[in-house]
């Protein structure tokens, strides 16, 4: 590998793992909310947050890139508080990511939550445990297979990103260029050998960690039925 497909590979790790803590404390709200409410308007966030599943990410990366842009809503704000727009930088990425791979973190939690039920819950609530109490100590644990599904999806899904990222972010080394752009700009100068070992390693890294989640969710059940 290259120095600028290390570079790449630096920069995906980093997108993933932002773009997973963000959604991790983002989406764990969103779940508890939608797997708890009865309230009409949870069938309106719950479409909105599986959007990505549907829309051509090149179409959330267009939005996205307008809205962070120096004429957009977001982008002009800053602009007009002497910062920098957010569009074609690392943190714009993240924006977009959070987004693009906002249902892989809340739809399993949302489930996890869902399965928990009333009981384990009310029970708690008996022995005078608080909200906060009754979710860390009996909802969270009682969920952790959905928080691992959770967080090995979005961190996979991230690593995938290609459509999203390069609209907003574009191809800056170093910054923005992650490596399905470099897989892209291998491919399109011909260079199969380098296109082929960075394909290759995202296909094996992808396997690896569907299988370690498939795997630990299969013993927990055995252990657990």
């Not at 100590?137 to 999806?153: C, E, K, N, Q, Y």
């Amino acid at each position: 590998m290259s120095s600028a497909d290390w570079m790449a590979l630096i920069t995906t790790l980093k997108l993933s793992a932002v773009t997973t803590i963000v959604l991790l404390i983002l989406g764990t709200p969103i779940a508890w909310w939608l797997a708890r409410t009865k309230n009409k308007v949870s069938v309106v966030v719950e479409a909105v947050v599986a959007l990505p599943l549907v829309l051509p990410p090149t179409v959330l990366g267009f939005y996205m890139l307008v809205a962070l842009g120096p004429n957009g809503p977001i982008g002009g704000t800053l602009e007009s508080l002497g910062l920098h727009h957010l569009a074609f930088t690392f943190t714009g990425l993240v924006l977009a990511s959070t987004l693009y791979s906002l249902p892989f973190m809340v739809q399993p939690l949302k489930d996890a939550f869902a399965a928990v039920g009333d009981r384990m819950i009310e029970v708690a609530a008996t022995l005078r445990a608080r909200p906060w109490d009754r979710f860390f100590s009996v909802v969270v644990p009682l969920s952790r297979r959905g928080f691992l599904t959770a967080i090995t999806l979005t961190f996979a899904h991230t690593v995938g990103e290609f459509g999203v990222v390069l609209m907003v972010g574009g191809n800056i080394p170093g910054e923005t260029r992650v490596l399905s752009i470099a897989i892209y700009d291998h491919a399109e100068a011909m260079d199969y050998a380098s296109a082929h070992l960075l394909a290759g390693g995202l296909l094996v890294a992808s396997f690896l960690l569907l299988f370690t989640v498939y795997l630990l969710n299969r013993r927990y059940t055995v252990v657990h039925p």
